[in-house]
């Protein structure tokens, strides 16, 4: 072979078998070039910063952009006012269907036969374990129960696939997004990392049976679903306000809230963190470092956790306990009394119709 070449090199004739393959390259098609790229301007050629994601929430989908008009906020404004009402109105008349029904157990638990009360009850049963257990634990405890059984649901929804679109429409706030005003809610019963749910529902439930304890069961829950709102509300004037637009989640705004009006109440009670609790310190300077804590997040613009709802959580608490709880609970009287005078000519109207 190296021989042939250079008898093609430097012989007077090409060889036959080249000939044929020169004719045969004569024949062949040429293959099509690839298009060249678009010009690409100096500016566009620019890289831009990396894009930044809290760890805690879930990369949203390329859909949400563009920044929307500060008119946005007036819907979900209406609707914390709304839903903060409704929750305090209907927060007074369960604690009336609470205590007429306290009322009426009582006098049939006295007039049944105290044989049955006496009769001992079978051991190894699962539902008297359940049972005994439930009744062992504080009125806060068992209140709280149920919000986490709720937030552990909507945790097993996110690792479901087909899920994952609907739950980042009404499962996270964000004033950017299709729904605004579901999500504020929604959102306080949603988490994506478990670390997250379950340090924000170890806190709910250490400090569960002082904010009910101090509140009532049925003011409680209304303070809680209120600041959720509130709390989401504040995120999103602080995302209109700096123009960073990231969907958010947790139970950290009304958690907030919870810890904030405890320590408002109780200044000098002692407490401690989980993994190092032999650091103690007081309730009021907790509160102080955590305020603390979250502005500097929110004037610095640090993105691993919602610092505005945190803040907007916990000044709803502290004005609550200071202000709040006498100009909404301690004035719900009125409401009591026509909730009261319509069941009361309710009752008369059915009675009536069986004694004739």
């Not at 009769?119 to 257990?133: A, E, I, L, T, Y």
């Not at 959102?187 to 170890?202: D, G, K, P």
Request: hydrophobic share 45%; aromatic share 12%.
């Amino acid at each position: 072979m190296a021989w042939r070449c250079w008898a093609h090199a430097w012989g007077p004739r090409p060889h036959r078998l080249t000939v044929l393959l020169e004719q045969r390259q004569g024949f062949r098609r040429e293959r099509p070039r690839p298009e060249e790229p678009p010009a690409v301007t100096a500016a566009e050629a620019r890289p831009g910063p990396p894009a930044r994601r809290r760890s805690l929430c879930p990369p949203p989908p390329p859909s949400r952009a563009g920044h929307p008009s500060a008119r946005r906020l007036v819907k979900p404004f209406l609707f914390a006012v709304g839903f903060t009402g409704s929750a305090f109105g209907s927060a007074a008349i369960w604690q009336y269907e609470s205590l007429r029904s306290r009322v009426q157990n009582y006098f049939e638990g006295a007039r049944a036969d105290w044989l049955d009360r006496m009769r001992p009850q079978k051991r190894g049963d699962f539902r008297k374990q359940v049972n005994s257990w439930w009744n062992s634990l504080t009125e806060g405890q068992r209140t709280v129960t149920g919000i986490i059984a709720a937030n552990v649901f909507v945790f097993c929804l996110w690792r479901l696939p087909g899920m994952r679109r609907f739950m980042f429409t009404y499962f996270t706030s964000d004033p950017s997004s299709r729904a605004l005003c579901s999500p504020m809610l929604l959102s306080t019963f949603s988490h994506f990392s478990l670390f997250h749910m379950a340090a924000n529902m170890y806190v709910l439930w250490s400090f569960s049976s002082s904010i009910v304890s101090l509140l009532g069961c049925e003011q409680f829950i209304a303070v809680y679903l209120s600041a959720g709102v509130i709390s989401t509300f504040v995120s999103y004037v602080a995302k209109m306000a700096t123009g960073r637009f990231e969907p958010s989640l947790g139970a950290s705004g009304a958690i907030m809230t919870v810890l904030a009006a405890v320590c408002t109440k109780m200044p000098e009670a002692k407490l401690a963190i989980i993994f190092l609790p032999m650091f103690t310190f007081t309730a009021g300077s907790a509160l102080k470092a955590i305020i603390a804590f979250d502005s500097a997040g929110l004037a610095l613009g640090w993105r691993l956790f919602d610092h505005a709802a945190h803040l907007g959580g916990a000044l709803f608490g502290m004005w609550y306990v200071t202000y709040g709880h006498e100009l909404i609970w301690k004035n719900r009287e009125p409401l009591v009394k026509a909730w009261h005078e319509m069941r009361t000519k309710n009752t008369g109207k059915g009675g009536g119709g069986r004694s004739d």
